[in-house]
């Protein structure tokens, strides 16, 4: 699956089928609260094309297997859902964890933390709740999968992946699309998307 080129009609996907997404150019032209269009607005108005192509399928609740370039704007494909998943859940700290996102060094989990606050008013609580029980765990996300599945990270992965239930949404995002189906069988990838997104040259 690619982005649909600018001018694609609403509606229309590329193979002639039809998605009531399909074609959408903006955030506010998304199925997402109020509350986070404000979020992010004025700062992000135009969907980039990872954005385009994976926000349609994500906010509909499927696993996502997401490959695009760094500097592609991986980081709102899944803060995004994450933080509409749990507020349309209304969740609140008594719920425990809700969403996981795991990224491979604590550098680039600042960062994505500080871009989801931009967006999510909803998760102040979030990163100091005093419940931290998993049993109730919506959506796991993977940033930098190819880099958290390499060799040294394999055993705290899998450490964490056995505490966390089988039933719930999983999205991975890479710079470089995870092949491998060892891996995808250990993360209970449910038939995902894979959302392939390079730079016109
Ligand atoms: P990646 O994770 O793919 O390397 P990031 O998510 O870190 O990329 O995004 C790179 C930069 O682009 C960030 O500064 C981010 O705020 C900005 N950005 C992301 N999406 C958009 C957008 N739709 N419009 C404008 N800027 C964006
Ligand atoms: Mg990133």
């Not at 385009?52 to 494909?77: E, N, V």
């Not at 491979?104 to 909803?122: I, S, Y």
Request: with cysteine; net charge neutral; proline share 7%.
């Amino acid at each position: 699956i690619s982005a649909p080129p600018p001018d694609a009609p609403i509606g229309r996907t590329k193979d002639g089928g039809f998605s009531p997404y399909a074609g959408v150019r903006f955030f506010r032209q998304l199925p997402i609260s109020q509350r986070t269009k404000d979020g992010l607005a004025p700062k992000y108005v135009e969907m980039s094309d990872i954005q385009r192509a994976s926000l349609p399928h994500s906010l509909c609740g499927r696993d996502i297997l997401g490959a695009a370039k760094t500097g592609s704007g991986k980081t709102l494909a899944f803060v995004i859902p994450v933080i509409e998943k749990l507020y349309r859940a209304r969740w609140g700290p008594e719920d425990g964890v809700g969403g996981i996102i795991i990224s491979p060094t604590k550098e680039l989990a600042g960062q994505l933390f500080e871009e989801l606050k931009t967006v999510g008013r909803l998760l102040q609580h979030m990163d100091e709740t005093p419940n931290f029980e998993c049993s109730q765990l919506q959506i796991l996300v993977l940033d930098e999968a190819d880099r958290i599945l390499d060799a040294g990270f394999k055993t705290e992965l899998d450490a964490i992946i056995s505490q966390l239930p089988k039933r719930r949404q999983t999205l991975l995002f890479s710079a470089t699309q995870t092949k491998s189906v060892k891996d995808l069988a250990r993360l209970s990838l449910k038939d995902p998307e894979y959302i392939s997104v390079h730079a016109e040259s």
